[in-house]
Each structure stands twice: as structure tokens, then as C-alpha cells.
């Protein structure tokens, strides 16, 4: 593989390889680089549109309502959870190697943090591609769904919405229903993926604050008001659907203000 400094050109490389092995080398290579504090952030060529993508090939997409839901007392139920979750994680490798990529002239503390973003989630796929092996089956072997590439497609030329909607709507989410998911796995005795989960939400309340704090930053860089563009950039991408629970504790800690919080409980339904 060609060696890279850059972390644009390494984005780039790694967001338009359909290989799932080239994807997570060069995200390895990227960790490496940031460490021994030689990664160039120069920037050169603008960024691809975002349909130059990819994908691994290996992966068959369905309709989020076709996914079967499984009982988690079976191995098959625990093999579904683990498969839909390492996708969530896989989706945020790339989702946030994109949002360094694709937003141009910001602070280079941008990039640092969300390519240290996307290294965690890589870590965080990485545990559950092998507990998924330990049990018998490999990411891919189930059907995915797009809905969380949608989100970065519909949020492609607007880093206020990118920032909005993936760290502070779908990965807060992750701190809405994991607890839930954490107890399940535990009540049916598989502690090993139970302790999996439990160190992705620590490492997810700290996404969720990187996110809360850029989007604050770049809301004041634009003369915005974050609490006011926050439910309306919801409204305009999302219909303004805000599903129960919200764990407020966890959402708190990462950086959403109280008057957020009381709002998110007014305008959620119970699904
Ligand atoms: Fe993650
Ligand atoms: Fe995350």
C-alpha cells in the first residue's frame, strides 16, 4: 500500500477503497501518524463529491423494515445485535473520516479530534468483529441497512447539520438505548459483549461532547444560535421525530444544555 502522510489524501484513499481490510489499514496508518505527530494537514485537491464512497463489496443492503428482529436469548438474536451494531460502527468509521474529508479550512483541532473519532470507532468495530467471530459469524454474513449513510448524504454540504445530526442526534441516540442493550446481554449471561458495549458508551459520551462543542464553536463562528438551528436543522432533515427514552444523564454529560433536553422530552414520542 502506498504510504501517506496527509490526512486528506489518507481520507480520501480510505473513503473511496470498496475494501473493508484497505479501509481499516489506512485508518491504522492515520492512528500511527497522528501519534508520532507526523501527519501533514495541508490541504491540496478539493474534496470528491460524496458519492465516490464506498462501501465494502461484501455488503447486502436492505430496507431498515426488512431487518428481522431476533430474540436475544438465542445465539442467533446475540449474532443479529452484534452484526447491527458493528454496522453502526463500520457506518461511523466512515461517516466521521468523511466529515474530516469533506469540510475544508477549519481549525486543525477539526481534525485531530474527529479522526481520533474515527479511530475509536474503528476500535470499536475491531472488538465486535471479534466477539462476532467467537461466535461463529463475520460482519457482513447479515443483510445492513442505509439509514445512517442518508444522514451524511443529506448533510454533505452543510457541516452545521453534519455536526447536528450524526455526533448530536444518531450517536446520541447510542446513548439513549446501549444501557438497555448493555442489561439484555447481561441478563441472557453473555457478559463478554455486555462489557463490549459498556466501554463503547464511555467512548460515545466523549463523541457526543466533541460534537456538542463543534457545533457550539462553529455555530458562534457563523452567528448562529445553537439551541435555536440545533431543533431546526432536527426539523428540517428529520421531520422533527425524536424517539424515547433520551438518557438525559449521559446526554447531559456530553454537552447538551438543559433547555435542549427539556425540548428533546417535549417533542418525543414513545417508540
Ligand atoms: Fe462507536
Ligand atoms: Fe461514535
Not at 431498515?64 to 461511523?92: C, M, T, W, Y
Not at 462543542?213 to 432536527?234: A, G, H, S
Request: with cysteine; net charge neutral; glycine share 6%.
Amino acid at each position: 500500500m502506498q504510504i501517506m502522510n496527509n490526512i486528506f489524501q489518507l481520507a480520501e484513499a480510505c473513503l473511496t477503497s470498496p475494501d473493508l481490510t484497505v479501509k481499516l489499514d489506512l485508518t491504522q496508518q492515520a492512528r500511527k501518524l497522528l501519534e508520532n505527530r507526523t501527519l501533514d494537514f495541508s490541504e491540496s485537491s478539493p474534496p470528491l463529491p460524496i458519492h465516490h464512497v464506498h462501501f465494502p463489496q461484501q455488503l447486502r443492503w436492505v430496507e431498515p423494515k426488512d431487518l428481522r428482529q431476533r430474540k436475544l436469548s438465542s445465539l442467533e438474536g446475540r449474532v443479529a445485535l452484534l452484526h447491527a451494531v458493528a454496522h453502526i460502527e463500520f457506518n461511523a468509521i466512515v461517516l466521521h473520516w468523511d466529515g474530516v474529508y469533506r469540510f475544508r479550512g477549519l481549525p486543525q483541532a477539526y481534525y485531530r479530534d474527529w479522526l481520533t473519532v474515527a479511530i475509536e470507532e474503528m476500535t470499536h468495530f475491531c472488538l465486535l468483529r471479534h466477539r462476532l467471530n467467537e461466535l461463529g459469524a463475520e460482519y457482513g454474513d447479515l443483510p445492513v441497512h442505509n439509514g445512517l449513510w442518508q444522514i451524511a448524504e443529506d448533510t454533505a454540504g452543510d457541516i452545521l447539520a453534519r455536526m447536528a445530526l450524526v455526533p448530536r442526534f444518531m450517536e446520541a441516540r447510542g446513548l439513549d438505548v446501549t444501557p438497555a442493550m448493555i442489561d439484555k446481554l447481561a441478563q441472557v449471561g453473555d457478559k463478554k459483549s455486555a462489557g463490549i458495549l459498556k466501554t463503547i458508551l464511555a467512548d460515545e459520551v466523549g463523541h457526543v461532547a466533541k460534537g456538542s462543542y463543534w457545533f457550539q464553536t462553529l455555530c458562534r463562528m457563523k452567528d448562529q444560535n445553537p439551541e435555536v438551528l440545533y431543533f431546526q436543522l432536527i426539523e428540517n432533515h428529520l421531520g422533527g421525530k425524536v424517539r424515547r427514552p433520551i438518557n438525559q444523564k449521559l446526554r447531559s454529560r456530553a454537552g447538551f444544555s438543559n433547555e435542549e433536553l427539556r425540548r428533546l422530552m417535549a417533542m418525543s414520542s414513545i417508540l
